[in-house]
């Protein structure tokens, strides 16, 4: 009798061992996948580095595009401060495809999908870099670092980002992020949004791990204290310069008349900013904040609010100097155009849940815990003429990155041990 609860100890023993090591190893990872969250403002690019183009006070302004001369030239030299949660990832794809179908050259991370955020951005966290390295494309995430990320690009690049309602995002970035961020995990409430904000100071820890993503998201991104005293003259000279450093903030409820500024701004065509929603969450998972709750959540992410409210009278003047009746024209063509792709590459025409996406090359990540992400099945007959595009258009973010060429041996191996914990 005394054999098999031999056995079993020994047994027990090895699960523990095995355990402590997977453990080990995953902390080990950690360590090196996850930097530091305060990493300071100084630079981290070796001294002496010659940036790939001299240090400015603020971005040049960009000449007219569009002109009715029809004389402008195509912008190529484009830096995207991606933020989370204000359909960004469409962005991307967008400048994905220009920047593959010109052969351009993309400042991309290493070893993982952003600039080990949510570390400041350095020089040195660009694949393959290169002191004097000069690139046409930055637009990955990070936490931007303006002087670090002027050293990438031509004196002339565009400086372009997105922002959307500071509550809407809020409540987005809960549902996405709350998982991760440890702080949530006290909130034992079947809605636990609504419970966090009835009283927010008493479960919110600024300094703990992802903190970061529960408040003021958009002023973090962008690489200002998110905790910062609403009343601190900090907060308004912080949003006058984004606003000297952007060439334009895209609004992400204005999606389409954002896009038609670019594409004057930047003297593209039409074809290069089609797009389809991606990383966008089925119905079902996105609960609409009720007027007390928007209310509490605006409040909570004030900084955020005064950023959006900033640039959201100012994104209404460019599109009044664009002319009301010529905005409606092309917003129009826009939408005829992306309706158009729709038919010609989505099979059944719209996203659908992920367990119905039938190649695995089109499924987008997930957040942990869930599966609220739709994606899209790409119709099996293609004319020759759309196939490439259709595919681009569908790709998500990572598989896209791959097919670049990008290292991502960090994001995959988190998707090895998700899919085997099956988080």
């Known amino acids: 009798m005394l054999l098999p609860q031999k056995k079993r100890w020994e047994s027990m023993a090895k699960g523990l061992v095995l355990g402590a090591l997977f453990t080990s190893f995953l902390l080990l990872l950690y360590s090196y996948a996850v930097p530091p969250l305060h990493t300071g403002l100084a630079s981290t690019t070796p001294e002496g580095t010659a940036p790939c183009s001299p240090a400015l006070s603020e971005p040049e302004a960009p000449t007219p595009a569009n002109s009715s001369a029809g004389g402008c030239q195509p912008r190529r030299d484009i830096v995207f401060m991606k933020t989370h949660k204000t359909a960004s990832s469409t962005l991307l794809n967008i400048l994905f495809r220009f920047g593959q179908k010109h052969g351009l050259k993309f400042a991309f991370p290493n070893g993982r999908n952003d600039f080990d955020y949510p570390a400041f951005f350095a020089r040195s966290l660009v694949q393959d870099y290169r002191p004097g390295a000069c690139f046409n494309i930055i637009c990955n995430h990070m936490r931007f670092h303006y002087d670090e990320v002027r050293g990438l690009v031509p004196p002339n690049a565009t400086f372009i980002t997105v922002l959307r309602d500071p ?8 549902h996405y992020f709350g998982s991760v961020v440890p702080f949530t995990w006290k909130l034992s409430g079947h809605d636990k949004l609504a419970e966090f904000l009835q009283d927010p100071d008493r479960y919110y820890d600024p300094h703990g791990y992802n903190a970061h993503y529960l408040r003021n998201l958009l002023f973090f991104d962008l690489g200002y204290d998110s905790d910062l005293d609403p009343g601190s003259p900090q907060v308004q000279e912080h949003i006058l310069e984004v606003e000297r450093r952007f060439h334009l903030v895209l609004l992400q409820e204005y999606f389409d008349e954002s896009l038609v500024l670019l594409k004057d701004l930047l003297c593209w065509e039409l074809e290069d ?32 609010a005064r950023l959006y409210h900033h640039f959201n009278a100012s994104f209404w003047r460019k599109v009044e100097a664009f002319g009301r009746e010529r905005m409606a024209r092309e917003v129009a063509s826009l939408r005829r ?12 025409g719209h996203a659908v849940d992920a367990t119905a996406i039938q190649d695995s090359a089109m499924q987008p990540w997930q957040p942990l815990g869930t599966k609220s992400i739709l994606g899209y099945n790409l119709k099996k007959s293609i004319g020759r003429r759309h196939a490439q595009l259709c595919r681009r258009m569908l790709t998500p973010e990572i598989q896209y990155l791959m097919d670049l060429g990008v290292n991502l041996w960090v994001t995959k191996l988190w998707k090895l041990i998700r899919d085997f914990l099956q988080w």
């Open 167 to 174: 509550a809407r995002l809020f409540e987005s970035s809960f």
């Open 273 to 304: 900013v089609l797009y389809f929603k991606l990383n966008a969450r089925r119905a079902s998972a996105v609960p609409r904040l009720s007027g007390e709750l928007y209310r509490r959540a605006t409040a909570w992410n004030v900084l955020d």
């Open 337 to 348: 155009a992306n309706e158009r792709m729709r038919r010609i590459c989505i099979d059944g």
